[in-house]
């Protein structure tokens, strides 16, 4: 759809919400293109390709702030908007307010990091990456006996958003990413494994590397074994800790603290965990794929400690939970509150090096059952894992079928060394940098 | 949104194009709900969606397009991509559009839709009320009330012109219960096929009372103990081991790939001969039936094991061709943002003889599982974990102190094996599935049952209840 257009009928919703009597009033427009591939036996299997768009509106009316949403751009869908959000506002009794927002001094926010490498994603590069992966991965190991799942995918797509008190925001945003899951069978044996890569120039995926890293994690869970049920002193490796603290940072929002939904309330600047933990929030972190200027009401984001050695330093705020606690957004507001890009501090030592210390214990490399197993309020997790065992110091023996269980505010307080390697994975607004962490002695199930 | 004549264009070029199969699938969503956060009201939501997708089969070779934008320009577009991305399959001919014919699995009496907001709002009151007097040990507490209707039309090639209007509603309640740093929820989250009168007839004080209870027993349990041991898991949601476990494993989407411990198993023993199991959408009323599926073919009621012998897969058409099998109406999406998949529906454990009483009375030592979390699968290797929500030690044949933060763990193929007895007392629990086609409605069930061994992943905790021994 043509932009202008569309920024045009955004600000006749506006316009259209102020004469029907809503005291502020905002609207978004969100477009999205995308296509994806899935390779299977030697040849595409799926292609996929879709063009998106909607509109979301929201106003105050009788000090409430409503919410609706629509596909559709005709004046009929305009009034339609207008009207059920007004019908929200009738029903809800929210007793904090909530605000529409624009800094006078950054009332137009443009970021379009889009660049001409999204052009080289064609339908043939896609397919031909993709047939050139599946290939590899099969000769890679005769116990590698199928790709089941091969998929890449790229999408971009425009934000606009303009509101009564003069803010227009413009943002463009492009990804590709690849995820590929094998499996590997060695007499009755059979297991699988995936891996996942995303970025923005597809020249910049390393085919190579990829492999390795799935084979790496796939080809010794053909001997792994479940091991006795034991406290073992434990490292959990990047990516499974950042899938774990992951379900547990809905906590550091203020907003839960007031609803009475995070442990951490009250606790600003007292110790959560350990000495050698620090976790820093850096919207325009180098590193990261995407970067985050401003948050999705408006405000600026800026870099700023969350955990600093130990030290609990700040709570996510949007406007409304700012508000109640008389103070500045930290811009985090992303419908809820929500982090963009964050980074732990790096050890200086490798892993090897702090198992060597170790001796005897276990290295996580797999948590499972994220959305189940944990309970994010008081912090229990009991989750299926997979890893290694340490033996005199160095990884040994694959491990399967146990649990890991403890309690995450505990394990915080618990970590003994930030090890040198750290990876990211993607959440909703940004990225998690972590290296891998010696959590001391975690409770493990398994056979007997 | 699209006329038929566009929609015949479509089909004309999909299969002009070469493919053997094309299908248009058009998709309307209304919906409503409210919910509430310690006795306010902070959500009140209503909108519709609508969209539509193209797919192209050639063989196994498979196309999607889709939007929401149904400016001619962008679906022409989209069709001429599709067409040029299909490989070029065998010939076949366009059957004629049959006369529209429409299905519903919903048995309604006052439609959701007419009633307002306001009223929903006086419903969940009734329990949001309870909660936030219950007890000063429930803190927090939640509840919402959510209507969807959705009206899905389907056409293809081969004539198939199909509507199926489904409007579902679902209520979530949840109370926490807090001591000292401790924190733990309980939640109960019925959902239907029914009209509104499902909510006026629901006894939504007593089990309201009955969430409070156990989130306040659960916050003063202790850990669960780990390792291996005797499970008794409950009639209900405890059925969700059998999604996990078995069920997904079962789906042509695994199975065609031959990504799936029970590839090729068919007449062969692969459950207890205690155990029988069903995949039935066509339950009117229930939460995760449906008449027609989202390929346009009539929905069934499956026997998936007779007396631990695998019967059926459930099977869409891609794992028709794959699997050189018929469809068996079980294909499904989300939305219109999904190429369909084979999926479950309602799916649970049949009822076997014994009494819930008399196998607890049967177990010497065990868990009890009372009420089940979610959980998740790996098929090609069948292994699982879900949560127990609401667990309680066997101890002489008796339930004794409850535990909580317990995970089971364990491969699909050895919990069928082990599962040695099955109760009488079946039931069935909404819930909502995801897979490759996005989230569906999905209703678990079982009677209770006992499986002989199984991982328990607890804590072992130094405040254990041994002292209720």
């Known amino acids: 759809m043509d932009l202008d257009f569309a920024e045009s009928t955004l600000r006749k919703i506006v316009d259209r919400a102020i004469e029907y009597g809503f005291e502020e009033a905002q609207a978004a427009y969100s477009a999205d293109a995308s296509m994806a591939v899935e390779i299977m036996f030697g040849e595409v299997s799926s292609f996929e390709n879709s063009v998106g768009r909607g509109i979301s509106f929201k106003g105050k009316l009788y000090g409430q702030m409503g919410r609706s949403h629509t596909t559709e751009f005709t004046d009929e869908a305009i009034e339609f908007l207008i009207s059920s959000a007004a019908d929200n506002c009738k029903v809800l009794d929210d007793e904090d307010p909530d605000f529409i927002y624009c800094d006078p001094d950054n009332s137009e926010l443009i970021y379009c990091p889009v660049n001409e490498a999204y052009e080289k994603n064609t339908y043939n590069r896609l397919v031909e990456t993709g047939l050139s992966l599946e290939k590899n991965l099969l000769a890679y190991s005769d116990k590698i006996k199928a790709v089941d799942y091969l998929r890449i995918s790229c999408s971009k797509g425009p934000d606009i958003m303009i509101n009564s008190k003069g803010l227009r925001v413009f943002k463009d945003s492009d990804i590709i990413s690849i995820i590929a899951g094998c499996r590997a069978e060695e007499g009755d044996i059979v297991k699988s494994g995936s891996e996942f890569w995303y970025g923005k120039d597809i020249d910049l995926f390393d085919e190579k590397a990829f492999i390795e890293r799935l084979a790496s994690q796939l080809l010794p869970k053909l001997e792994a074994k479940s091991i006795s049920s034991g406290s073992y002193e434990t490292i959990i490796e990047n990516e499974a800790f950042i899938s774990l603290f992951g379900s547990f940072v809905s906590n550091f929002s203020a907003y839960a603290m007031q609803k009475g939904l995070s442990l951490l309330k009250g606790r600003a600047g007292e110790k959560i965990a350990s000495d050698c933990f620090s976790l820093t929030e850096i919207p325009m972190y180098e590193k990261a794929v995407n970067k985050v200027p401003f948050d999705a009401e408006g405000v600026l984001t800026y870099e700023k400690d969350i955990i600093s050695e130990g030290i609990f330093k700040t709570a996510l705020y949007n406007l409304k939970s700012a508000y109640k606690e008389g103070r500045k957004s930290t811009g985090n507001g992303f419908g809820g509150t929500a982090l963009t890009n964050v980074v732990v501090k790096e050890g200086k030592r490798s892993v090897e090096e702090i198992a060597m210390d170790i001796g005897e214990g276990l290295i996580i490399t797999d948590v499972s059952g994220l959305h189940a197993g944990l309970n994010p309020i008081s912090g229990d997790f009991s989750l299926l894992s997979e890893g290694f065992l340490i033996k005199d110091g160095k990884k040994a023996d694959p491990v399967e079928q146990i649990t890991i269980a403890g309690n995450f505010y505990d394990m915080m307080l618990n970590v003994k060394e930030i090890a040198n390697d750290t990876k990211a994975l993607p959440g909703s607004n940004g990225e998690f940098f972590s290296p891998s962490i010696y959590i001391g002695k975690i409770d493990v199930s398994g056979e007997d | ?469």
Not at chain 2, 118 to 147: N, R
Not at chain 2, 381 to 396: C, H, K, L, P, S
């Open chain 2, 1 to 469: 949104m699209l006329s038929d004549k566009l929609i015949c264009d479509i089909i004309d070029s999909a299969v002009n194009s070469g493919a053997d199969l094309a299908e248009v699938f058009v998709e309307d969503v209304r919906y409503q709900s409210v919910g509430m956060l310690n006795g306010r009201v902070l959500k009140a939501d209503s909108g519709f969606d609508s969209g539509y997708g193209i797919r192209l089969m050639s063989g196994t070779n498979v196309v999607y397009v889709y939007s929401n934008d149904s400016d001619e320009k962008v679906l022409m577009k989209l069709t001429k991509e599709a067409c040029s991305a299909i490989k070029k399959g065998d010939s076949v001919n366009i059957k004629e559009l049959e006369e529209l014919s429409r299905s519903t699995m919903s048995d309604i009496r006052i439609d959701p839709l007419d009633i307002s907001k306001m009223e929903y709002v006086d419903f969940l009151k009734k329990s949001s009320s309870i909660m936030t007097t219950y007890d000063p040990a429930i803190t927090e507490s939640t509840c919402s009330l959510k209507t969807t209707n959705r009206i899905v039309r389907i056409m293809n090639s081969k004539g198939i012109n199909k509507e199926e209007n489904d409007t579902r509603i679902r209520l979530a309640i949840e109370a926490i219960a807090t001591k000292g740093n401790e924190k733990q929820s309980s939640r109960l989250a019925p959902g239907t096929l029914k009209g509104f009168e499902f909510i006026n007839d629901y006894p939504v004080e007593e089990k309201t009372r009955e969430c409070c209870e156990k989130a306040i027993r659960m916050v003063n349990a202790g850990y669960a103990p780990s390792g291996k041991m005797p499970v008794v898991i409950n009639n209900g949601f405890g059925g969700v081991i059998f999604h996990e476990a078995c069920g997904h494993a079962l789906e042509s989407t695994s199975v065609g790939i031959k990504n799936s411990c029970f590839t090729d198993m068919l007449g062969k023993q692969i459950a207890s001969p205690v155990v029988s199991a069903r995949d039935n959408a066509r339950i009117k009323g229930e939460w995760g039936s449906y008449s027609t599926d989202d390929e346009g073919n009539e929905s069934s009621d499956l026997l998936l094991i007779e007396n631990g012998i695998l019967k059926n897969y459930m099977i869409d058409e891609l794992g028709a061709r794959r699997m050189d099998s018929k469809p068996t109406g079980c294909a499904r999406r989300e939305s219109y943002t999904y190429a369909p998949t084979s999926r479950m529906s309602n799916t649970y454990i049949c009822a076997g003889n014994d009494s819930h009483d008399d196998i607890i009375a049967d177990t010497e030592y065990g868990l009890y599982a009372a009420s089940m979390g979610g959980g998740s699968v790996d098929t090609a290797t069948g292994e699982f974990n879900f949560a127990v929500d609401e667990g309680y030690m066997i101890r002489n044949g008796k339930i004794a102190e409850p535990v909580r933060g317990a995970t089971l763990i364990g491969k699909g193929g050895e919990v069928l094996m082990n599962i040695d007895k099955v109760g009488n007392d079946l039931e069935l629990s909404a819930g909502m599935c995801g897979s490759l086609s996005g989230s569906v409605p999905v209703t678990v069930g079982q009677p209770t049952i006992r499986v002989s061994s199984i991982i328990v992943g607890g804590r072992d905790s130094d405040d254990s209840n041994e002292d209720e021994e």
